[in-house]
């Protein structure tokens, strides 16, 4: 069978399907003539540990990734299970101006999350009504501790069980 022997995709069906598949939740971040610019995507992943690389999608008509293509660098912060707040903010459903931001090397970040990647911006390619961004990491740091990610899922934020703090050690 070849392809053109299968009927057209439902785009809402896909959809859903693909949201069976859990993602982690990340905050791409920009400095525009020292005004935060921000975009919340579950789009996140590697590409390659030489060059290091990674990639996340952004729709064609996004403001904020028009910015991180014009200023050429970015920062890329994974959030952390508590921080359903900090992604609504940047997927256009909460108050930016409240998330607690830093300057760090001439890139903007979150103040707190689960690890930060500072990029500069590596190539562009067209994905459908998405454009797939690269950033070459510059520099990546997190704190000390257990990750604790925020996961989405189905539409909806989620997160993994809390291990246990009295874990038995051989």
Avoid: W
């Amino acid at each position: 069978m070849h392809s053109q022997d299968f009927p057209t995709l439902d785009p809402m069906l896909f959809r859903s399907l693909i949201g069976r598949f859990a993602t982690g939740v990340a905050v791409i971040l920009a400095k525009d003539d020292d005004r935060p610019c921000g975009m919340t995507v579950n789009s996140l992943t590697s590409v390659s540990l030489d060059p290091t690389l990674l990639l996340f999608c952004a729709r064609n008509e996004s403001r904020s990734a028009d910015t991180v293509l014009r200023v050429g660098r970015f920062s890329v912060n994974i959030l952390k299970r508590d921080q359903t707040e900090i992604s609504n903010a940047f997927s256009g459903r909460g108050d930016v101006a409240s998330v607690p931001l830093l300057r760090d090397r001439g890139f903007l970040r979150l103040a707190d999350a689960s690890a930060v990647f500072l990029c500069d911006l590596h190539e562009v390619f067209p994905g459908g009504d998405h454009r797939i961004i690269l950033g070459r990491p510059v520099h990546m740091e997190a704190p000390e501790g257990q990750v604790d990610p925020l996961l989405f899922i189905g539409g909806q934020y989620a997160q993994l069980p809390k291990p246990p703090t009295d874990r038995l050690t051989c």
